[in-house]
């Protein structure tokens, strides 16, 4: 089991911009997919974005040209750039991994992760 934390969330105005982090305890060059939630109270979590083992990465539409995914294998830390931010952006942003995917599984999209972290809230303002 991966253990996953999240750190760099905060509030912001709308065009305003935040990075948030995952720290994995695991080399993510042994983690096969790896990526960010996103949750509104009352809501279903929602998918933001995903980069598997070869770094292909996978965004929501809603989130495309303004977040960035990336991974840094020397930090086993993951980030999420978040760019423009809007204020339908705000939620509780989770950091999610699988570290074996089953073969031709997704990474991104329609994708079931086994590991979570705890959260980190992002709000924006407008």
């Known amino acids: 089991q991966v253990q996953l934390v999240e750190s760099g969330g905060g509030s912001v105005q709308a065009g305003g911009s935040l990075r948030l982090s995952c720290s994995a305890s695991?080399?993510?060059?042994?983690?096969?997919?790896m990526g960010w939630f996103r949750q509104v109270p009352g809501k279903v979590r929602e998918p933001v974005a995903a980069?598997?083992?070869?770094?292909?990465?996978n965004y929501a539409d809603s989130v495309k040209g303004r977040f960035t995914i990336t991974k840094d294998r020397a930090t086993n830390r993951l980030y999420l750039q978040m760019n423009n931010l809007k204020p339908e952006d705000t939620g509780m942003y989770y950091c999610?991994?699988?570290?074996?995917?089953?073969?031709?599984?997704?990474?991104?999209?329609?994708?079931?992760?086994?590991?979570w972290g705890e959260g980190t809230q992002v709000t924006v303002s407008s």
């Open positions: 999610a991994s699988d570290a074996q995917l089953s073969p031709n599984g997704p990474c991104g999209g329609d994708w079931s992760p086994i590991d």
């Open positions: 980069v598997d083992d070869s770094s292909t990465t």
């Open positions: 695991d080399p993510l060059a042994n983690i096969d997919c």
